[in-house]
């Protein structure tokens, strides 16, 4: 079945500085989700692309979907204590089922 | 209700019993998965729903784990003579068709 690969797994980064997180299919997809969860919490929704490098910012988070749309990536620019958190990914590849990434645990040093 | 709900959100229970994992989705959404997740780790996908079709049970560890999901709407998840390596937090989510994914706020599991 679709198989989607998340790194890092872990990330620590001192207060300011920048984070990224992967996500890479084997097959092409048709869109990408991203998801974020809260220490203690449960994973929330974020974002959704679905064209070929499709790039959408959310204030310091910025996301790209791979030209193509086997890749996508979430960036951090100057990192705060509130994004600590683990991300994750999710594809959908035709069917209606996502498969999610095993996610990227970011701690952020004050 | 306004989000995906599951009952309880705290389960203790001893080691070999049989417990019962309740997720009630978001009304009208076709998609129903079952997640676990270890303290600190990722998702691990147990178990897809969607519609009428049959479901994908390909993540479920084991055959003392089953689920389903009655009338296209609330979802069970049994695991049988639990193991202390069941311990976990259960996370339900639904989805809307291929639609992004809400998540009910989990039930954690405690083996002893």
């Known amino acids: 079945g679709q198989q989607v690969m998340q790194i890092p797994q872990y990330q620590h980064v001192q207060e300011g500085e920048d984070f990224t997180t992967y996500c890479n299919s084997s097959t092409t997809l048709s869109n990408i989700q991203w998801y974020k969860q809260r220490p203690g919490g449960h994973p929330v929704f974020l974002i959704q692309?679905?064209?070929?490098?499709e790039v959408k910012k959310q204030k310091r988070l910025t996301f790209q979907f791979g030209e193509a749309k086997k890749n996508s990536s979430l960036h951090i620019t100057a990192t705060q204590t509130t994004d600590v958190g683990t991300y994750f990914c999710a594809a959908g590849a035709g069917s209606y089922q996502l498969t999610f990434g095993k996610g990227t645990k970011l701690s952020v040093i004050p | 209700g306004a989000g995906v709900s599951q009952s309880p959100s705290n389960k203790v229970t001893e080691k070999g019993k049989d417990v019962e994992l309740r997720c009630d989705p978001i009304s009208g959404h076709t998609a129903l998965y079952w997640y676990r997740q270890s303290l600190g780790q990722g998702l691990e996908f147990l178990i897809y729903f969607q519609g009428n079709s049959a479901p994908d049970k390909s993540g479920l560890p084991s055959d003392r784990f089953s689920a389903e999901r009655t009338g296209g709407s609330v979802s069970t998840l049994t695991i049988q003579r639990t193991q202390q390596e069941d311990s976990a937090v259960y996370l339900c989510?639904?989805?809307?068709?291929?639609?992004?994914?809400?998540f009910g706020q989990g039930t954690r599991l405690t083996v002893v």
């Open positions: 692309l679905v064209k070929s490098g």
């Open positions: 989510a639904s989805s809307l068709g291929g639609g992004f994914a809400f």
